[in-house]
């Protein structure tokens, strides 16, 4: 019995697929119907993870170790900060920094740029993916000299404008008595950093380093930005976080790239929660539209399931053959959805997200992966079935002499 | 369900022309009721009747006299709310709904008058169809569906066309290649002529005469039409559902032979 009915399931498929042709019109708007989710869940999943690998692994890339302390408009940091700082048990390396954004040629253009000044060997070191492309680090006491980002020194398309030894010249606003004054300095480049990627607080390509002490000789900051902490081991951080935001309060911000990164996984995880949420929404809309779809079709073939019943077709080979009509809808209707859900997908993440108030916009590609579309297939074709069951079951049910008197 | 089908099928060998053997359909006090709402409709009131292999018998009567709802039931299409029926000389009233199907595909095969083709297949697909739930493969169900063609008189350039494009007449014998396709033992036509012109339902009734001679078909033809009923080898009549007679039909009345 299930074995015959296996057996000419090719010839019921061949069958079904006839009666989708029949009403093209309408096939064509339930699988438009059904390819709203797929599509949905591909596009949003796809740019979620992109996004989110992508932002990881780029916290992770720029130091797990790392924690940063940026004052309060209100507070000044010290020397004792440094400290204090320094004493406590699992910190590593402690250093200072100052920081500040402004603007570098290159060539006719202008871009924007941020100024580091930190004790280049610790930050270096605390930062083991950042590399020399050129050149070297300069002394701590040769405060004109610089490392420079590596699309500072290329632009995208690989031109260059600048190689060790060349001047660079940055210009950046300050106040002073409410009054906006335009700084302008040069430094000599002293190295070139390769190509880091993207990245959340400090972006590398983008940056100028200063050995520290340029801070007050160069730039003329009286007072440091922030402190970098490099904890002994990653898994310290957690706690030592903790610890300084009770020690420090409100005069100052603790921030631990390993939290960002788990606050960004967490993110991560609602909206694939909500995404999913809002996919199942839209597969309940497309199993409904296959049932509309299917009993009309049902209805409008009562007659024809006679002549098929009589012809000696069973129940459950008419079933089979209006589940399979609906599954093929599904099976189109999920082929659609992801091809569009690709190709969104990357429509979007070529678009970038930006980050507010960071000034970074992160491109990453989309994370489409088998397992994925797989798992968005098989939940149309649960979807399919699902539609269905109630329209075959009233196919069935149809008995026979009345069909064929049905107009 | 299969096998239950073979015990039919074995019975048939046992099966001579002659009378006095097993009747391929027989119908013992049968009764139908339908219900319409609160209203009840005796459409079959203790009708009998028996038809031999190679008959070839037309059951006429006035209309609402229940020869649709005695085919129906002959047919396994619908079930006797009393009284039995038997194929082949087994119970077949108390089967369940898979082994009549089967039954329905293998022994039996149904002519309607509205031909009942379905549009959007092709001719041959169409007569095709019986054939697909018997999982036969391509090439015999190819030569089969050719072969129900050639006996129904149709044209083999008809089979890539839809049913929608042929004539009445054409497409009645297009239902007449799909009831024979699968070879059944026995044929129910119900009004085959009855959407069908004169001339055209000559060559209807040519066919079924030919069917019956040279196939040996056992066929019942329920109709209106006297010069259609004359062709058959017996004629029933049917009133307020039961069989009250039969005539001898006149052979020089069937409107095969007629020349008009
Ligand atoms: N499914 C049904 N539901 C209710 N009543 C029915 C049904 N089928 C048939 N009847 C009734 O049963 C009676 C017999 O109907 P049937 O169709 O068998 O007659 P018939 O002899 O075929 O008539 P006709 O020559 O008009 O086709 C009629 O009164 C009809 O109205
Ligand atoms: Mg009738």
């Known amino acids: 019995m299930t074995a015959s009915l296996i057996r000419i399931l090719p010839d019921l498929a061949r069958y079904a697929a006839k009666a989708l042709t029949e ?82 040629k290159q060539g006719v253009r202008d871009i924007d740029i941020a100024i580091y000044a930190v004790d280049l060997d610790v930050f270096f070191h605390a930062l083991g993916k950042l590399r020399l492309e050129e050149g070297s680090l300069p002394p701590p006491g040769d405060t004109a000299s610089a490392v420079i980002g590596h699309y500072i020194a290329f632009d995208e398309t690989g031109t260059r404008y600048y190689r060790v030894g060349d001047v660079l010249t940055l210009t950046y606003y300050s106040f002073k008595r409410g009054r906006l004054i335009q700084h302008s300095i040069s430094v000599i480049v002293a190295g070139v950093l390769a190509e880091f990627g993207n990245a959340f607080f400090v972006n590398p390509d983008v940056t ?27 898994a310290y951080v957690e706690n030592l976080t ?49 049932a509309a779809t299917m009993i009309t079709s049902v209805m409008e073939r009562t007659r024809e399931i006679g002549v ?12 089979t053959s209006i589940i399979l009509e609906a599954i093929l809808m599904s099976l189109l209707g999920s082929a659609f959805g992801i091809a569009a859900g690709v190709a969104a997908a990357y429509a979007l993440s070529t678009r970038g997200m930006v980050l507010q108030g960071m000034q970074v916009v992160i491109r990453a590609p989309p994370e489409i992966t088998l397992p994925m579309i797989v798992k968005t297939i098989a939940l149309t074709i649960v979807i399919g079935v699902l539609g269905s069951l109630l329209p075959a079951h009233r196919a069935a049910r149809i008995p026979p002499a009345e069909a064929l008197r049905y107009e | 369900m299969t096998r239950d089908y073979r015990a039919v099928d074995g019975a048939e060998s046992t099966l001579g022309q002659s009378p006095g053997q097993v009747p391929i359909l027989e119908l013992r006090d049968v009764h139908k009721v339908y219900k319409v709402g609160e209203v009840k409709v005796h459409a079959l009131r203790g009708l009998s009747v028996r038809i031999m292999p190679g008959d070839f018998v037309a059951v006429m009567g006035p209309s609402g006299s229940g020869k649709s ?38 022994v039996i095969g149904f002519v309607f008058q509205q031909f009942n083709l379905i ?17 036969l493969p391509r090439r015999e169900r190819k030569k089969l569906v050719l072969k129900a063609l050639r006996e129904a008189e149709g044209d083999t350039s008809w089979l890539p066309k839809k049913p929608l494009q042929l004539s009445g007449g054409q497409q009645q014998r297009v239902a007449i290649a799909r009831a024979i396709v699968g070879r059944p033992r026995l044929i129910l036509a119900d009004e085959p002529t009855g959407a069908l012109d004169r001339a055209t339902a000559a060559r209807i009734a040519a066919l079924f005469i030919r069917l019956n001679r040279e196939e040996k078909l056992t066929i019942v033809v329920v109709t209106h039409d006297p ?11 049917i009133r307020d559902g039961r069989i009250v007679g039969a005539e001898a039909p006149q052979p020089q009345r069937c409107i095969a032979y007629s020349r008009r």
């Open chain 2, 69 to 106: 709802t005695f085919l129906n039931i002959a047919g396994l299409l619908d079930v006797p709310t009393r009284g039995k029926v038997f194929l082949l000389g087994r119970d077949v009233s108390r089967l369940n709904e898979v082994a009549r199907a089967r039954i329905r595909n293998r």
């Open chain 1, 242 to 290: 903790k610890f300084l935001r009770e020690v420090y309060g409100e005069r100052a911000n603790v921030i631990s790239l390993i939290e960002i990164s788990k606050v960004v996984a967490s993110i991560t995880a609602a909206m694939r929660f909500i995404t999913i949420a809002a996919g199942s929404a839209a597969f309940a809309v497309a199993a409904t539209g296959i």
């Open chain 2, 119 to 135: 549009p959007r297949l092709t001719i041959y697909e169409n007569i095709e169809m019986p054939l697909i739930p018997r999982g």
């Open chain 2, 227 to 237: 010069e259609l009923a004359h062709c058959a080898r017996k004629i029933l009549m």
């Open chain 1, 308 to 319: 098929l019943k009589a012809i000696g077709f069973t129940d459950a080979e008419i079933v």
């Open chain 1, 208 to 234: 100028v380093f200063l050995p520290l002490d340029a801070g007050p000789k160069l730039l003329g900051m009286k007072k440091w930005s922030g402190i970098i902490v490099v904890a002994d081991s990653p």
């Open chain 1, 23 to 104: 009403k093209k019109l309408r096939s064509l708007l339930t699988i438009v119907g059904i390819a709203i989710g797929p599509m949905a869940l591909t596009a949003i999943l796809g740019v979620v993870q992109g996004y989110s690998n992508y932002v990881i692994n780029q916290l992770e890339g720029l130091g797990q170790n790392l924690i940063i302390l940026v004052p309060s408009a209100n507070y000044d940091m010290s020397s004792s900060d440094i400290a204090f700082l320094r004493d406590l048990p699992g910190v590593k390396e402690v250093t200072p920094f100052y920081s500040l954004r402004a603007k570098a």
